[in-house]
C-alpha cells in the first residue's frame, strides 16, 4: 500500500454509501455476535468494565457453603472484546454472612486474579466481572479458564448442593482469546503474489492477503483506538487500529464500504468494522490485512509478516 499523506483525513463518500453501510452491519451484527462473542451493545463504545476486586475481610467467617446456581458465559471470550467472561452464582450455607473469594484460574489451577466479597448471604445472587487481565495487569495468555469460588478464611471449593433445584449443569469454565480472525466467513490464503514480501512494482507487499467473498463481514483482529480510517488509490476504503496492550497497530484494507468507525473511535475485539470488498487498486475481492511493530503504522515502526498470526488465530476463532 501507498504510504498516507501527511495531514490526510477520512474520505466519508456520500451519505448513500454510509446508509449503505450501517444496514450491512446491521444485518451482520448476529453472525459476528455468534462467532466472536460479541454483544449487542454501541459501535465504538468501550467494553463494560471489570468487577472490582474487593479487599479481604480481617476476620474472615463462612459457613458450609455449596452452590445453589452458578454460571459462566460467553463461552468463548476474547481480551478488550464486546463482551468479558462473567459469572453469576448463589450460594447455600448454615450461616447468615459468608466471606468468600473468588479466583479466575488457568488450566494448572493457579490464580490468575482474585475477587473478595464480603458478608454474602445465602441465596443472594451475586456476579463477577474479569477484564482478561492478570494480576500484574497484562493481558492473561490464550487457554482455559475457570471461576473458582472459595471461603476466605480457607477451606474447600464451593461445589453444587445435592438438593439443589435447579436442572441447571454447574459450567464456570471458558476459553480466553488475544485476538479474534478478522473474517467471519469462507475465505483462503491465495497464491504467492499475496504474501508479505512479494514483488512489486517499486516496492514489496506489506501484508497478507485473504481472499473472500465481497461483503463478507470483518470484525477487528483485537481492539484499540482507530488510528487511521480513509480511502486511498490502492489501499481503497481502509481502517488502522492501535491494538489495546500490545506494540502493533494492524491494517484493514480494500473494504467495501467506508468503516463507520472514525479516528479516535474506540473498537472491541469481533467488532464489526466493515465487509470484504474490491476497492483500490486490486483484482479479486479480498481483505489485505498489515501489522506494523511499534511506535507504529508510518511512525517509525515496520511491517512484519502477519500470516502466521492470522493462521494461529483462524485456527480458534
Known sequence: MARRKAGARPWLGGLTSIIALAVFLACSAAPAAALTGGAPTPIGSAPPPPSPSGTPDPAPTAGALNLISAKTWPRKSFFYGARTPRLRYEIGSDQPSNDLRIDVVNENGEAMKSYFRNDIAPEAPDSVRWDGTA??????KNGRYSFRIVPQSGGRVARRATSSASAE?????????????????????????????????????EGQDVMAKCGTPLVAARGGTVQYAGYQGAAGNYIVIDGKGTSFDMGYMHLLEPSPLQEGTTVRTGEPIGGVGQTGDVTACHLHFEIWTAPGWYEGGSPINPLPFLEEWDAYS
Open 169 to 205: 449443569p454447574l459450567s464456570l469454565s471458558f476459553d480466553l482469546y488475544g485476538y479474534a480472525f478478522p473474517i467471519l466467513g469462507s475465505h483462503d490464503y491465495g497464491g504467492a503474489a499475496g504474501r508479505f514480501g512479494a514483488g512489486r512494482s517499486g516496492h514489496t507487499h
Open 135 to 140: 494480576g500484574d495487569g497484562r493481558p492473561a
